[in-house]
């Protein structure tokens, strides 16, 4: 059974036939619908729960951008767009991806795989945190549309990169600035620990964790296959763990 359902809100026919090749190429994720508009979606939704939509930018009506401001509760949303100058506010939307069209099967892919399913409560390990808390007084300034932003790190949940920026997740806000995550993981320093090539993560925010996913709240973070090894060693030192 596939792990994740999606829905295509999608407008130009060319444009759902390849997103619909590359879902079928894709077995663990599986197509519930296909819509020309975004208010057709917005019924479906209503009835419906789903983990992804694919969803274009410029379509009649409503655009894609409006209607997740609509959306009170949005599942994971990749876009779909021939155009680059809505990225920046597409983000802010917390997108998890920006697909510029035409996109390959790899890119595809790519964006497809930072995409985690609800998870199972019964394989979550819950943890009690061992490790030192981050410093309440540390802080920087973050150039955002050229005004400096001050964000606490004791308030930042994780941190998400998006190409050349870096998409600063905290509980007060969201947090879009341009840094590369090497840059973001030296800034921060201790309290926080990349888990992936895109994801670096509050271990004070840290609730829940499985071998495929870090959890804060309800939110499941990817742990990369080339950060396995390291993660479980880390966890197993800076955790006391039992199963649920």
């Known amino acids: 059974m596939p792990d994740i359902t999606c829905i295509v809100i999608e407008d130009e026919k ?6 619909k090749s590359f879902l079928s190429k894709t077995e663990w994720i599986s197509l519930a619908a296909v819509f020309d508009d975004a208010v057709s979606a917005l019924d479906y939704l209503k009835k419906h729960d789903v ?3 694919f969803l274009d930018i410029q379509m009649p009506t409503l655009t894609g951008l409006d209607f997740l401001k609509i959306l009170k509760d949005p599942p994971q949303v990749i876009i779909t767009s021939a155009y680059s100058q809505y990225a920046i506010e597409a983000f802010e939307l917390d997108v998890r991806d920006y697909l510029m069209k035409p996109f390959s099967f790899d890119r595809f892919l790519k964006a497809v795989s930072r995409i985690a399913a609800k998870p199972d409560p019964a394989a979550i390990q819950q943890l009690t945190n061992k490790a030192q808390p981050s410093s309440d007084k540390s802080f920087a300034f973050f150039n ?8 606490m790190f004791s308030d930042i949940l994780y941190v998400e990169s998006m190409r050349e920026y870096v ?3 905290t509980t007060k806000n969201k947090v879009v600035t341009k840094m590369s995550t090497a840059e973001m993981e030296k800034l921060l320093g201790n309290g926080f620990v990349r888990i992936h090539r895109s994801f670096i993560v509050n271990v004070d925010k840290i609730t829940a ?5 870090v959890f804060v709240d309800q939110v499941a973070l990817p742990i990369g296959v080339n950060y396995k090894k390291y993660i479980d060693e880390y966890f ?3 955790f006391m763990h039992s199963l649920s």
């Open 167 to 169: 998409y600063v997740h």
């Open 144 to 151: 955002v549309k050229k005004t400096m932003t001050k964000v």
């Open 14 to 19: 060319p444009a759902q036939e390849v997103l």
């Open 51 to 53: 983990d992804m939509i």
């Open 236 to 238: 197993r030192n800076s």
């Open 209 to 213: 964790y499985n071998a495929e996913d």
